[in-house]
């Protein structure tokens, strides 16, 4: 029993939060590439929705690190869902697959500071966007700069 009574694995014991990927994806053929990367350089959390609304409507438990939009929205739809999302999670890395570049979609993607990539995405690829996911995740509880000191006046 430690200082305040509870037993290791109790209930009272408070698990720690999870950072987790996001991704938002139609194609099972592209999901399932993901979920195989993912379990090969992650053991977090990846949560995967099959469209922007799913995801809007029932907002991960993690904390979230990182969002993988791979849908067939227009520029327009997901302009607003990659705004909506860096206001949610302002400081998450967000990338968007899309079939072609110097689009509009790219030009939503850049817009909303996400990284864009096209079809077909590279082993190469998922993986540089997971390693970014795991640095991600290190540096979030940290702060960015030491607090201010105030010096009293003499």
Same mark, same amino acid.
């Given at each position: 029993? /430690?200082?305040?009574? @509870?037993?290791?694995?109790?209930?009272?014991?408070?698990?720690?939060?999870?950072?987790?990927?996001?991704?938002?994806?139609?194609?099972?053929?592209?999901?399932?590439?993901?979920?195989?990367? #993912?379990?090969?350089? !992650?053991? +977090?959390?990846?949560?995967?929705?099959?469209?922007?609304?799913?995801?809007?409507?029932? %907002?991960?438990? +993690?904390?979230?690190?990182?969002? *993988?939009?791979?849908?067939?929205?227009?520029?327009?739809?997901? +302009?607003?869902?990659?705004?909506?999302?860096?206001?949610?999670?302002?400081?998450?890395?967000?990338?968007?697959? /899309?079939?072609?570049?110097?689009? /509009?979609?790219?030009?939503? @993607?850049?817009?909303?500071?996400?990284? #864009?990539?096209?079809?077909?995405?590279?082993?190469?690829?998922?993986?540089? *966007? %997971?390693?970014?996911?795991?640095?991600?995740?290190?540096?979030? +509880?940290?702060? !960015?700069?030491? &607090?201010?000191?105030? #010096? &009293?006046?003499?």
């Amino acid at each position: 029993m /430690g200082a305040t009574g @509870a037993r290791e694995g109790s209930a009272l014991r408070p698990n720690p939060v999870r950072s987790c990927i996001v991704m938002v994806c139609g194609d099972q053929e592209e999901t399932g590439r993901i979920e195989e990367e #993912f379990s090969k350089v !992650e053991s +977090g959390c990846l949560q995967v929705y099959t469209k922007i609304v799913d995801l809007m409507n029932n %907002l991960p438990t +993690g904390r979230v690190v990182s969002v *993988i939009v791979a849908t067939t929205d227009g520029p327009s739809i997901m +302009g607003q869902a990659l705004s909506w999302i860096r206001h949610r999670w302002p400081r998450c890395s967000i990338t968007v697959i /899309g079939d072609v570049g110097c689009n /509009g979609l790219e030009m939503a @993607a850049r817009r909303n500071s996400a990284n #864009f990539l096209t079809r077909p995405v590279t082993t190469e690829e998922w993986t540089a *966007i %997971l390693t970014q996911h795991s640095r991600q995740r290190q540096t979030l +509880g940290r702060r !960015e700069r030491p &607090p201010v000191r105030a #010096f &009293p006046l003499r």
